[in-house]
């Protein structure tokens, strides 16, 4: 059964904290993303990557940065947590076959900045 | 921006009776998927349509896609509670493979 699990369901930290949130897929996929899902603006795409250490923004990339280190973890970093990236953050991989095809998503990280 | 938008952004209806929900888009595609999200999880994959298919079924799931009009519809047929969901597409762009889009999501509710 295939499997992408977060590190977190809920967060919550301060203004000012570096956070890390951590993506880990089972089913040795090229493709991670990292998304954002706020009330009526839908998913967006912070950044994702096609093999490890490589990464390509997505359209919101600003106060985020990725870490791929090994093919299976996908890591979102948030340098200096602001109130604005409240949100919930979704992680996802796919394999790349001549395109991005069906997409596995993890259950996803409801984070708080207070 | 936005590559797909769905239609009605809320839908209610009884269990058993047919749900529809549109989906467009402004750009050429290489495919288009609809996923579900139940409240406060993940995404689930549901179907995906290629962009020289015009209609696939799966289960009680029928999607069409009219690239001429660059829209789809995603109809659950004999609706159940269990399917209270908000549904999204996501668009896969012909030109840049690693560009995923998703619409804001139509939000379906079904009363027992």
């Known amino acids: 059964d295939v499997k992408v699990t977060q590190s977190s369901r809920y967060l919550v930290k301060r203004t000012g904290e570096k956070v890390f949130l951590e993506c880990v897929q089972d089913m040795d996929h090229e493709n991670m993303f990292w998304y954002r899902q706020d009330p009526g603006l839908g998913l967006r795409l912070i950044y994702f990557s096609y093999d490890v250490k490589m990464k390509e923004k997505g359209d919101i990339p600003e106060g985020y940065s990725v870490s791929r280190e090994k093919k299976e973890r996908f890591s979102l970093i948030l340098e200096s947590a602001s109130t604005n990236q409240t949100s919930m953050y979704l992680c996802?991989?796919?394999?790349?076959?001549?395109?991005?095809?069906?997409?596995?998503f993890g259950p996803g990280t409801r984070l708080t900045v207070t | 921006s936005q590559q797909g938008e769905e239609d009605p952004q809320a839908l209610s209806i009884q269990e058993g009776e047919n749900a529809t929900m549109n989906c467009s888009y402004k750009?050429?595609?290489?495919?288009l998927q609809w996923y579900r999200q139940n409240s406060g999880r993940g995404l689930v994959h549901l179907i995906l349509i290629r962009s020289n298919e015009r209609e696939k079924h799966s289960g009680r799931l029928r999607v069409t896609l009219d690239t001429s009009k660059k829209s789809s519809s995603l109809l659950i047929t004999a609706s159940r509670a269990a399917d209270t969901a908000s549904y999204f597409c996501?668009?896969?762009?012909?030109?840049?493979?690693?560009?995923?889009?998703f619409g804001p999501g139509t939000s379906l509710s079904v009363i027992p």
């Open positions: 996501a668009t896969v762009s012909k030109t840049s493979y690693d560009k995923v889009i």
């Open positions: 996802a991989s796919s394999l790349i076959q001549g395109g991005i095809y069906e997409q596995y």
């Open positions: 750009t050429s595609i290489n495919n």
